[in-house]
């Protein structure tokens, strides 16, 4: 995946500090406090210093040079528009150097050391900033107190634990929400009890379990993002990822946002893609499946990678695909018939949940978290989606794609497509949750492809 080539190299890493640095400007976080202006500019000051450090015998005065406009005129817009706290931006600036000069003197070239940094940032970050939040859902939500669905979700869950079956339990969770009042007739609008069993059975308070487990989860995410990203480019830039998705996690981190269902289910699709490409398909199975029986909106996924598994001959995993399929339509048909215990079967029940074909919904998608970054007036989310169709589509055009990063590309890049014509407007806008976690990995896996593309043609 990776050539020696010192021509190749050189290039490859002059390209690539900018992208780096691209990145990480991308990446900054709009503070919810002021931890997070110090947590913020920590780890941009430590990624910033590693950068910088590994290019050192590459780079030429002028990259440098510019480099420092860049960075200085950025800060200086910021600034002037009182984003951050000049006082906290050098103190997080300063514990980045701290955290580089840690790196340099104990875990020199122990990449994990900035995944455990990000980490232990987000936990601290997620504590101090759910104060409110824990006390609210550590209580079951009163009914005809909560008009939101996520409260709807944890009451469910509550209830489960309580000893109500789930439809029973959904059905007065509904009912009792303040703004509803009556029962979805459309199968869609039940969602698939997976999460209701999973949440209740976790020890503890239910609310508090659940948020604790999230974050757990999370962390997961960014360890196994940062795998799968080297396995398609050097490792040095799969650090970026997780400091991409950094702000989108916070955000659901300190918000009821982290019981939209949506969340849970792409964190175990991507750790099943994962396993998936080391070629544990058991594993894979399993993980896959759990995700599909969360949210049914992966079966767009796994329709199209089935289908690039067929094209390139590759049956064994074409067959896991489809009996992962296979499972999740005996159990939605089940999900089906308990459904009409108590709505009536007709042809409503399985009528679909779509709008006219446009970029409506998908623009509310791209806007679902993107005020936790700070650039967010300028689109970040859309910018990346971008970054990442045409960086495929270039790759796939000259033939440059090798079949895991295909098959990671069409996971989440069908799911942007597909946001066209399916899901609910105004609605369905945390739907941006079932893809941008993904796109997060494929922006740099991609664009860095495309840059070693680029310089083999040269060559």
């Not at 390209?15 to 503070?31: E, I, Q, R």
């Not at 849970?264 to 991507?270: A, K, L, N, R, Y």
């Not at 199209?304 to 005996?330: C, D, N, Q, W």
């Not at 989440?412 to 941008?436: E, H, Q, R």
């Amino acid at each position: 995946m990776i050539k020696d080539n010192r021509n190749y190299v050189k290039f490859i890493n002059n390209k690539g500090l900018f992208c780096s640095v691209f990145f990480l400007l991308l990446g900054l976080l709009n503070p919810a406090s002021k931890l997070d202006e110090i947590a913020t500019f920590s780890m941009f000051g430590l990624l910033l210093l590693y950068f910088l450090d590994i290019q050192k015998c590459l780079m030429k005065v002028k990259i440098y040079f510019a480099l420092v406009i860049m960075i200085c005129s950025f800060f200086l817009v910021f600034l002037v528009n009182n984003k951050y706290d000049l006082l906290f931006v050098l103190a997080g600036a300063f514990l980045g150097m701290v955290l580089f000069g840690f790196y340099k003197k104990f875990f020199r070239d122990k990449l994990e050391y900035f995944i455990v940094v990000i980490i232990g940032i987000f936990l601290i970050t997620a504590f101090w900033n759910a104060g409110d939040l824990r006390h609210q859902i550590s209580v079951e939500p009163i009914a005809g107190t909560y008009v939101d669905d996520k409260l709807s979700f944890l009451r469910v869950a509550y209830l489960v634990r309580g000893g109500l079956d789930y439809y029973a339990a959904n059905e007065k969770a509904i009912l009792e929400d303040g703004r509803i009042g009556s029962l979805p007739l459309q199968v869609w609008g039940w969602r698939m009890p997976t999460y209701a069993y999973l949440w209740a059975i976790l020890p503890g308070n239910v609310g508090l379990s659940t948020h604790a487990t999230f974050l757990l989860l999370t962390c997961v995410y960014f360890l196994i993002s940062f795998r799968i990203t080297k396995l398609f480019i050097q490792e040095n830039y799969a650090i970026l990822v997780p400091y991409l998705a950094f702000p989108y996690f916070h955000y659901a981190a300190r918000t009821l946002a982290f019981l939209e269902i949506e969340w849970w289910s792409v964190i175990i699709f991507v750790v099943g893609i994962y396993f998936l490409f080391l070629k544990k398909l058991i594993v894979s199975v399993v993980l896959l499946g759990t995700a599909l029986f969360l949210r049914e909106l992966y079966v767009v996924s796994l329709i199209f990678m089935a289908s690039v598994y067929f094209l390139e001959r590759k049956i064994k995993y074409y067959f896991t695909i489809v009996f992962i399929g296979i499972m999740f339509l005996l159990f939605w048909f089940v999900h089906l018939i308990q459904v009409t215990r108590y709505v009536d079967f007709d042809l409503n029940l399985l009528a679909g949940r779509g709008h006219p074909f446009g970029t409506f919904l998908l623009q509310q998608t791209l806007a679902y978290g993107a005020g936790e970054y700070l650039i967010f007036e300028y689109r970040p989310f859309l910018i990346l989606v971008l970054l990442s169709f045409f960086s495929f589509c270039s790759l796939l055009f000259k033939r440059k794609l090798e079949l895991d990063l295909k098959i990671l590309g069409v996971s989440g890049l069908t799911l942007i497509l597909a946001v066209l014509k399916i899901g609910t407007t105004p609605n369905d806008d945390y739907w941006g949750a079932i893809f941008m976690p993904i796109i997060f990995i494929l922006a740099p896996a991609l664009l860095f492809g495309l840059l070693g593309m680029i310089n083999e043609k040269k060559l």
